[in-house]
């Protein structure tokens, strides 16, 4: 099974711009994500995708791999698609390029879901994370998922769901951008319309569950601070720092 990782990433982001160029301890954010990613060595390649000149050089000058968009995409799994179209390739990896902590072990667990899949019945595996901070879960900037008893995705919102309609022992997970699908599902995904849901919430997992796609979703208990905002991107180097002085 031939497994890649892709790494989507624009220069232009509504909430926080030229954030992936951004310093994170001494590197730029895509560049450590891309260090993060690499360093797994789950991965028979890493690439970053992006249609920007500064993230392309970025990458390429440090050593990495990189491929430039040819066309203007919605979202990042349209631009991987397109990258992967003529690759041969079982898996690919959708990580998000401003989630500079992925680790190891929740990816592997990701790919173990394909592994154990011998009738191939699911298109797309992600990660999610329990939240119990009321303001974590109220904030719109976290993606909340709902999952049935066997842990496929039922809904994706930026709203927190469930709503407790009454005091109760509601749980809450975030999901964490990062996904893995088999090349024919994403494929198939870059050719369905956007539908009215992922219009609303401007949330791309939303099309996969409209189209009835599969989502595996796997929890984890590492640590995930996406940057989407000025504040994430201090708390992120706070934590770079512990743990360059714990060093």
């Known amino acids: 099974m031939k497994v890649i990782a892709m790494i989507p990433a624009r220069f232009e982001a509504s909430r926080f711009p030229g954030k992936l160029m951004k310093d994170l301890a001494g590197k730029t954010v895509i560049l450590r994500t891309y260090e993060a990613t690499k360093n797994s060595n789950l991965f028979d390649e890493v690439y970053v995708i992006t249609d920007s000149d500064l993230i392309y050089n970025e990458i390429i000058s440090n050593g990495g791999k990189a491929i430039k968009s040819k066309k203007e995409h919605e979202s990042g799994s349209d631009r991987i698609a397109e990258a992967v179209e003529n690759l041969e390739v079982d898996i690919?990896?959708?990580?998000?390029?401003?989630?500079?902590?992925?680790?190891?072990?929740?990816?592997?667990?990701?790919?173990?879901?394909?592994?154990?899949?011998?009738?191939?019945?699911?298109?797309?595996?992600?990660?999610?994370?329990?939240?119990e901070d009321d303001e974590e879960i109220n904030n719109p900037n976290n993606v909340k998922v709902v999952t049935d008893e066997n842990n496929f995705a039922m809904y994706f919102s930026r709203s927190p769901i469930p709503y407790p309609r009454e005091k109760s022992t509601a749980i809450y997970y975030k999901h964490i951008g990062i996904y893995a699908f088999r090349k024919d599902a994403l494929l198939k995904f870059t050719k369905l319309p956007m539908n009215r849901l992922e219009a609303t919430e401007k949330l791309e997992n939303l099309r996969f569950l409209a189209n009835g796609m599969t989502v595996k979703m796997v929890e984890t208990n590492q640590i995930a601070i996406g940057i989407d905002t000025p504040e994430d991107l201090e708390k992120a180097n706070a934590i770079f720092k512990k743990k360059i002085v714990k060093k």
Do not use: H, R
């Open 92 to 131: 690919v990896v959708n990580v998000q390029g401003d989630e500079p902590f992925t680790q190891t072990v929740p990816l592997k667990n990701l790919l173990n879901v394909f592994k154990s899949d011998v009738n191939k019945q699911i298109d797309i595996a992600s990660l999610m994370l329990k939240m």
